[in-house]
């Protein structure tokens, strides 16, 4: 599923073969069920941002009923409001536009059907398939058994449907303190699926909710709002990750039980990166505990986190359709999600000059006061972006790493002696070296040759080393933020492996470089806006950006780990 020759116009058949929910709608089509409806939902819990584990499932389910010309709906999973806000809500709305998805309208919350839950649980109360139980959380799991001992039947489950109707009633109108009671559904105490040993339907919570303020004191568990909302909202495919799985015998007897529109509920693997937390709680310790400067930190796995830094919402798509849909999980390694950035970039991304550690170069027999304008072209990739004119003048800026003193064999940038070219201008040979007091390079003093300008005739004339550069007199002062991976290790969520999981985290995962020199016109970037920085990497403005003073993170570096891995596969 991980092969990088996977892409989107890959053949009908090979495409079908990366998603095996393909086949199961098909059947279902075939068959007449759902009337040939394909109608699925994207179900987020508003209690943090998304990330790219739920790119994948935003993709997969707004995909599908695209591919079968049906709906999707966005709908929240509100059901505890002690970690729910409003503010994650819309963080979650804006990841899916970023994604280029439209749900329609069709915006719905599971808090929308508390009234309709309620009166359901009171049916299943009054088909004695519900009971209200006093036992504690802690005696509640102690009864529910094990994988290999079968449960014990509460000494509250035989209670007659009018005590409980009335105790219901009465949790409903606040009576009992939390933990107090709790609705439980009364299924099979000896199952060997432990979701259906009784589960809880509700339970007392007097906080207020994000939207229904102090209405409810009660609140449905995940699992009984989950499948109902679903059969409200007429979904056909309920798709949900494989941890679900054991739940699905759950989902289907709810349903049954009230004998309602039952949709199917199928399971996928869900995404597993390297060297990244995908757990929602672990990425909340991260933010709480300072770790990184917020969810949209660009280090952060979040899809807010990787906007900012960059990444180009089609990168994401691409991704997603690589690594396929499948039953077993498994762990993909996060350069391929790099190759699918740097891919895109390749394509998409203007060309620039930035020179992020800077080394000052006085070109001694070219004239002072004079500068010229020199044709670039804006990439190589796409014959359609033009060129642009940078300005070239007697002292210019070159990365300090482009020059050796005392370099080794076959080094081929600046170096006493040596000729390099200047991209876009012309070839310089250095012939003098300026020290500092403490005996570190500050200048390195050269001659050019008029004749060798790039484009001329005579400009043709080999050498092996071309450096990029910025004119001193032309140049913007810039800050530029270097991100690498958050985690050194390559599963930082394994608890077992990793205890604490933050002591894995990457010293290096951050460099700020405050005194970098960009063309000018990198400082008229609008945030968002993604370029090369030729010879150093992607890179996206950033949103602390002025036009004095621009901002840039890096999005990807320029070395590819995954394309020399496909190839030697």
Known sequence: MNDPKHRQDAPEAERNAANFIHPLIDEDNRSGRFGGRVHTRFPPEPNGYLHIGHAKSICLNFGLARRYGGQCNLRFDDTNPTREEGRFVEAIREDVRWLGFDW????????????????????????????????SADAIREYRGTLSEPGRDSPYRNRTVEKNLDLFRRMRAGEFADGERVLRARIDMASGNLNLRDPVLYRILKAPHHRTGDTWCIYPMYDWAHGQSDSIEGVTHSICTLEFEDHRPLYDWFLDALGVHHPQQIEFARLNLTHTVLSKRKLLALVNNGHVAGWDDPRMPTLSGLRRRGVPPQSVHDFCERIGVARANSTVDIALFDHCVRDFMNRAAPRMMAVLRPLKVVIENYPEGR?????????????????????????????REDFMEDPPKKYFRLAPGAEVRLKHAYIIRCEKVMKGAAGEVVEVLCRYDPE??????????????????????HAVRAEVRLYEHLFTVENPGDEKAHPDFTACLNPRSLEVLTDCRVEPGLARANPGDRFQFLRMGYFAADRDSTEKAPVFNRTVTLRDTWAKIARKG
């Not at 004339?461 to 007199?473: D, E, I, N, P, Y």
């Open 452 to 473: 060798s300008k790039s484009g001329q005739a005579q400009g043709g004339r080999k050498v092996k080393g071309t450096l990029h550069w910025v004119s001193a007199a």
């Open 104 to 135: 329609g309208g069709r915006e719905y919350f599971a808090s929308d059907y508390f009234g309709q839950l309620h009166d359901w649980a009171v049916e299943l109360i009054r088909a004695g398939k519900a009971y209200v139980d006093d036992l």
């Open 371 to 399: 500068s010229e304008e020199m044709v670039a072209e804006n990439n190589p990739e796409d014959p359609a972006a033009g060129t642009r004119t940078v300005s070239f003048s007697r002292e210019i800026f070159i990365e």
